[in-house]
């Protein structure tokens, strides 16, 4: 079985400040972990992925998110927040030899305040 | 462009009355499913299909249905039977990855809304 726990539902920052969001996952196997980004009223875009090799993934947009086995997370950091990064991002998980059908975290809104 | 298109954008339902969505990819992707969004509980798998003439159900099935005779194709129909269809459906394909975290690409989803 794999899941996946984003905290905090919503997250605020200023305009420049760090970016933090936060993922948490498990898995009995290896796991592929995802971030996807959501603007209004649109479909899911992937920000970046983990599959296998080097732990700290960079992705669009100055997005970047490291992979840590020992505490199995994935948070996703951009240092310096944008007004065009407030959107809904989804943190996922597959596993290798299991499901490849996702999980999907609940989401967390992120609020930029300029 | 490669893509999925998810038709109609928005969409209302009356009591009773069976409705579908449209989601066509082009992406020559074997798998595709369907999500439904509803606020702060994330994305919750309703159908997949990793080849054609063959689905399976999702952790929300009750009260939908599929088909899957073309490989480009995946309507999605909302049945009556299901009592709260008001939600944000999103529709995504993939290459089938069977362990090798291939990427899931989505569509632009389509709003249903009960009247």
């Known amino acids: 079985a794999q899941s996946v726990t984003q905290l905090g539902s919503h997250v605020s920052v200023s305009e420049g400040a760090l970016v933090l969001l936060r993922c948490n996952y498990s898995?009995?196997?290896?796991?592929?972990l995802f971030w996807y980004v959501q603007y209004p009223n649109q479909g899911l875009q992937l920000l970046l992925k983990?599959?296998?090799?080097?732990?700290l993934v960079k992705g669009i947009n100055g997005f970047e998110a490291e992979f840590k086995k020992s505490e199995t997370s994935f948070h996703l950091t951009k240092p310096s927040a944008h007004m065009s990064d407030a959107a809904e991002y989804f943190c996922?998980?597959?596993?290798?030899?299991?499901?490849?059908?996702?999980?999907f975290g609940r989401g967390t809104s992120l609020i930029v305040h300029p | 462009d490669g893509g999925i298109t998810q038709s109609p954008k928005y969409l209302f339902r009356k009591e009773g009355q069976n409705v579908t969505l449209s989601c066509e990819q082009n992406?020559?992707?074997?798998?595709m499913y369907w999500y439904r969004q509803d606020p702060g509980q994330g994305l919750r798998l309703i159908y997949y299909?990793?080849?054609?003439?063959?689905?399976q159900k999702g952790d929300i099935a009750e009260g939908y249905s599929v088909s899957r005779e073309k490989k480009e194709s995946f309507p999605l129909t909302v049945t009556s039977a299901q009592k709260n269809p008001t939600a944000f459906y999103l529709c995504?394909?993939?290459?089938?990855?069977f362990g090798s975290g291939n990427t899931i690409y989505f569509g632009e989803g389509s709003w249903l809304t009960v009247v």
């Open positions: 299909s990793q080849i054609v003439n063959d689905f």
């Open positions: 898995s009995s196997v290896p796991p592929y």
């Open positions: 995504a394909s993939s290459l089938p990855s």
């Open positions: 996922a998980v597959t596993s290798s030899g299991g499901s490849y059908i996702p999980t």
């Open positions: 992406l020559n992707h074997d798998a």
């Open positions: 983990y599959t296998t090799g080097a732990t």
